[in-house]
């Protein structure tokens, strides 16, 4: 089992939301292959898992599944990728369990770091943190990497809600050599080509809207594939 995650200190930079696109392309990439892909959602108001059975009472979304796979939409949704609302106490009771039954295990914290989460964090084999071109997002982004140095996780790092400001300029050009690398030496720059960061262009509400449990998102850019060959390579 892998045990993925899209993390920082910080809320409002796209963790769930990233999260959920890589679970459920991840989930339908691997239907046929017999993988098993799985959600745990840290929060304690269940928000993803409130989504999932939204989703499930709404025609629209069966009938958007049809639409992408016709001959086996059916068995998809009927054995769609499960949604786990844990503690971190459950989750550690349970992992031997969630070891057993499936090959990726994505992992969705609240924007805080909680003393009760190192033993969480402990055992993830890779995270990638979402960076916004903001100083106290990049201060926040920093403090998550180098924990993640101290605890030996294997971390990445993408720009989310790309703006075209200066800002964003010197974070794209210097941030990875000017700053993080310092905090964490073993930081990777998670890239969307050969010589280029997987930078994501602020588009909330084409993101924000397409965000489903179910149905994956049409990705014309590659951000989720890229993602996801970093996470799971």
Not at 133 to 148: N, P, R
Not at 199 to 205: K, M, Q
Request: proline share 3%.
């Amino acid at each position: 089992m892998k045990v993925l995650s899209i993390a920082t200190r910080k809320g409002g930079v796209g963790k769930s939301t990233w999260t959920i696109y890589c679970a459920t392309m991840l989930f339908h990439i691997s239907f046929k292959k017999g993988l098993k892909v799985a959600l745990v959602d840290f929060d304690d108001q269940k928000s993803i898992a409130n989504q999932r059975e939204k989703e499930l009472k709404r025609k629209s979304v069966a009938k958007g599944l049809a639409d992408i796979y016709p001959d086996d939409y059916k068995q998809r949704l009927s054995s769609m990728y499960p949604i786990y609302s844990f503690t971190y106490k459950e989750y550690l009771k349970k992992y031997k369990a969630l070891n057993e039954n499936f090959q990726f295990v994505f992992l969705d914290f609240p924007g805080r770091v909680e003393k009760e989460q190192v033993s969480v964090l402990e055992t993830i084999d890779k995270v990638a943190v979402p960076i916004v071109a903001d100083e106290l997002d990049i201060e926040s982004g920093m403090s998550y990497m180098k924990m993640c140095a101290d605890l030996g996780i294997y971390a990445g790092w993408f720009l989310n809600k790309e703006r075209n400001t200066n800002f964003t300029k010197m974070v794209k050009q210097q941030a990875h050599e000017k700053y993080f690398l310092k905090v964490n030496d073993k930081i990777e720059k998670i890239v969307n080509k050969e010589d280029g960061l997987l930078s994501i262009v602020e588009r909330p509400e084409t993101y924000r809207s397409n965000r489903s449990t179910i149905i994956p998102f049409d990705d014309k850019e590659k951000n989720i594939s890229h993602l996801l060959k970093f996470l799971i390579n």
